[in-house]
């Protein structure tokens, strides 16, 4: 489905990653693990067209979205909840959900996809129509998750979903997760917490200093020590 070749990026004459390669099948949870600084959150945002890569080759069920800009890779079938979730606070809950239906594709689901993301998220049915701004910052995350499956993505990014919730609702969004994932759509999770990640994921790279240095099964590299060493400096 996703396919990453040799992946390049740069932030003006520094390299922040090398010749990344990864695969995402259909259905799947893939992790992206490493330390603060690895280049996590760099790869997915050049994923989805919000940084240019400098070299290399991203394509999505066989087409080449390398270069293309991040609303026509939505368009293709791609969607994220970026880190610090960036909601239109001054509007709605059901506005700011309605938004991550903004293609032609999605629009015409749109009805249908609004009823899929609240009974996946019940607490936001009870809020539809309250300022996002006034929301708790579990509630908030839910509006991102919620904003970009209106899209109706085969492949969702995630970057950080859980930094800064309260357990119980690190439980929720983990649920959906699994949930989706059961409906077909494959997930990308860069995630703080390892070894909840690792836990939901068939598989999973590990980034250091820009390079993936392990990949494999995630139960193998949750019991991998270079894992802990290379994430917890341990």
């Keep these: 489905m996703l396919e990453v070749a040799e992946l390049n990026v740069f932030y003006g004459d520094a390299q922040a990653l090398w010749d990344v390669s990864l695969t995402v099948d259909e259905g799947e949870v893939v992790s992206i693990i490493g330390s603060n600084g690895a280049g996590k959150s760099t790869l997915v945002n050049t994923l989805m067209g919000i940084i240019e890569a400098r ?11 390398s270069r293309l800009p991040s609303h026509r890779i939505c368009r293709e079938g791609v969607a994220i909840v970026p880190e610090g979730r960036r909601l239109f606070g001054g509007l709605s809950v059901r506005d ?34 309250q300022l996002a701004g006034s929301l708790s910052g579990g509630e908030q995350q839910m509006v ?15 970057d950080e979903p859980s930094l800064g919730l309260a357990p119980v609702i690190v ?64």
């Design 55 to 65: 070299s290399g080759r991203i394509a999505f069920n066989g087409t080449d979205i």
């Design 96 to 129: 700011n959900l309605d938004l991550g239906a903004f293609n032609r594709r999605a629009r015409h689901f749109s009805g249908e996809s609004r009823d899929w993301v609240l009974t996946l998220f019940p607490r936001l049915a009870e809020r539809a129509e």
């Design 171 to 234: 439980d929720e969004v983990f649920d959906v997760i699994e949930t989706i994932r059961r409906q077909g759509v494959s997930v990308v999770l860069v995630e703080q917490n390892v070894s909840r990640a690792l836990a939901i994921s068939s598989r999973a790279y590990l980034l250091a200093e820009g390079r993936i240095v392990l990949e494999g099964d995630a139960d193998e590299l949750a019991s991998n020590p270079e894992v802990a060493r290379a994430v917890l400096g341990v």
């Design 144 to 158: 991102a998750v919620g904003r970009a499956l209106m899209a109706r993505p085969r492949i969702l990014l995630m």
